[in-house]
């Protein structure tokens, strides 16, 4: 008897070890594409590539977006959000926003349609506001590229911040892991006038992101005017109009 199951024993381990394991869902890359408009908003496009495989995507993906910050001295800040469109595989792909505990979320996907397993890309694009933190000698736009709301891997993600002229960038800074981390897995992997791209260096985990902060000249965007000040003030206490 034991010596049948151990002449058995081979087949069974080759068996197993020819069973291919589950792939897991995941982003396999994450690209946030900033443009710094004139008048100092942001237009935005997110290109992530995921693999589905109906564990966690079955449906679509959704995407959160904060748009309320706590301020200097424990004031309320609710910065402008505008969703513009979004694409799954090259083409227009449902969508609708809600409103969550501090901000916003996008959903993409049909719910009444399974989308296929394998990979998938899906593009978001939107525009934001107040973002540009203002310095006395330099602005500065301190960027949450990725998010930090992710319950998969990301295995590369990556940040292009574009100004709207060509002028140098000054001190940057990036950021990885958890919200809160002060780990700095990535790295500017191309820069020019204008234009600067970074890279992580090691896949993130879930609730992981990419945080870049690239600071340049005065006067490359517009200063808030009195009008920007006031109507900040009313949104930053009132219904959650953007902004």
């Known amino acids: ?142 960027w949450n590229a990725t998010g930090n709301g992710w319950m998969f891997p990301i295995d590369v993600a990556q940040a292009r911040i574009r100004l709207p002229s060509a002028v140098k960038f000054g001190q940057r800074s990036v950021y990885t892991g958890a919200q809160g981390s002060t780990a700095s897995n990535a790295r500017v992997i191309e820069e020019k006038p204008g234009d600067i791209s970074f890279q992580t260096t090691g896949a993130l985990g879930p609730y992981e992101g990419l945080t870049v902060a690239v600071a340049f000249p005065k006067d490359v965007v517009a200063e808030p005017t009195e009008s920007d000040r006031t109507k900040w003030i009313l949104a930053d206490y009132g219904p959650p109009w953007s902004v």
């Open 1 to 142: 008897m034991m010596s049948r199951f151990w002449r058995a024993l081979p087949a069974l381990l080759l068996l197993l070890a020819a069973t291919p394991a589950p792939a897991e869902e995941r982003i396999q890359r994450f690209v946030s594409d900033v443009q710094i408009q004139k008048d100092s908003s942001l237009e935005v496009t997110e290109t992530i590539d995921v693999r589905a495989e109906h564990n966690a995507i079955n449906r679509g993906i959704y995407r959160d977006f904060p748009t309320r910050y706590r301020g200097p001295h424990g004031s309320q800040v609710r910065i402008g959000f505008t969703f513009r469109d979004a694409t799954l595989d090259g083409t227009p792909v449902q969508a609708s926003t809600e409103m969550v505990s501090n901000g916003v979320r996008i959903r993409l996907g049909d719910p009444d349609k399974l989308v296929d397993i394998g990979d998938h890309r899906y593009v978001i694009r939107y525009k934001t506001t107040r973002q540009v933190g203002r310095f006395k000698d330099f602005d500065e736009l301190y």
